[in-house]
């Protein structure tokens, strides 16, 4: 099948538009004007995108006890935070850092939760020390350790349980995370076992199970299978007399990068109420990616065009910034800025970045127009998993970041100046005599 032509790329962004003089338009904002001010690469999100998306998967939960809590993975940072916070979300963070951003960002201890497979002391302790409202637990030895550093200084730790569904949620391998073999989780079979161990622990209360069955999922199928193993579970240990106040149901709500039909928020949250919905709980949900992904674009600028068996376009954003397509093959859509470019006839091209990795390789036979050097391209759907797993391979500094409200827009981080990229490194005297 053909890749969709940048006119219905478009069509399927409400957000973004091509404007006669001005060019593609993020919400209002022409996005030449971004990178001739900034320079490129650099990282564009629209608040307004990011809200009315919040709003629409807030409305497909009505009716259900239902709390969204913000990956930060997907988007870190803060202003996204701030803007999410100040809609209602909670956060659901993996690592001290994303957990001291969240609160930075202005969102209460009280509705953050604690996710991930190997928390440390340190980071359970200072789980501890916030009164973050819950601790997704993972495996014995983890809640033995959190009932240690609890009962040592003198406080109780909400937990709920995550348990491996054993389920294929039909993504990438690599972002599959409830099949047995995957690192992640409580074996469905020893959930109850551990569940009842807990409530015996000292420093524990157990309020609940999780799950998160994998991102970009497309389907309603692998949710609505995960969630009736849950809901098996809940009946089964509120009958051995154990009390389940709360099912955290993870995150991993697919979009569309090129013409995938992905599950609705709508379909989610049937998967919801079909399974769990009459049980009297209180869900959490945990969306990274389908909140913030469609709202950002990385902004390149062509170096140059290469002519050898195919046509090579080179541009000044790399694998580094967006790894997306090196790791998981990723298909994202590449639009050009200029509206005169956008009309020209297309032809095939790979798209590629300088760093010196044949992986850095962000399309294939691309059908683009020819586009002479310093001229821009969108790269898009790059609100999420982007900067967030941005590098400095070959000492290249991180990209700047933009946010767009509307017709008006900020910086809201600087690119990093070359001598930042060595901050911090030491070249100790000592160690440099020669023998
Ligand atoms: C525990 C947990 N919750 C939520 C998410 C968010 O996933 P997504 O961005 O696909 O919604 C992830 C990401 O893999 C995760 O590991």
Redesign the pocket.
Known sequence: MSDPTTSELLAARPHLAMHAMDGLLLEGVPLAAIAREVGTPCWVYGVGTIRARYAALSRALAGLDAHL?Y?V??NDHLAVLRVLGALGAGA?V?SEGELLRARAAGIAAGRIVF??VGKTERELRRALDEGIAQV?VESAEELAMLSGLATAAGRVASVAL?VNPDIDAGTHPK?T?GIAHNK?GIPLGEAAHLYRHAASLPGIAPVGI?L?I????LAAAPYRAAFARAAELVRGLRAAGLAVGSVDC?????IPYRDEIPVSPEAFAGAIRATLGGLGLRLLV??????V?PAGVLLASVILEKQGAARILVLDAAMNELIRPAMYDAWHGIVPVSAADAVRPVSPADVVGPVCESADTFARSRLLPPLAAKACVAILDAG??GAVMSSTYNSRPLAAQVLVHGERWAVIRERQKPADLWAGEHIPPSLMQVE
């Open positions: 809590h990956a993975k997907a659901d993996v996710s991930g997704n995550r972002i995370t992640f999780a998160h994998g991102s970009q999922i993870g995150g991993g709500l697919g945990e969306p990274g990616r389908w909140l992904g999420a998993y």
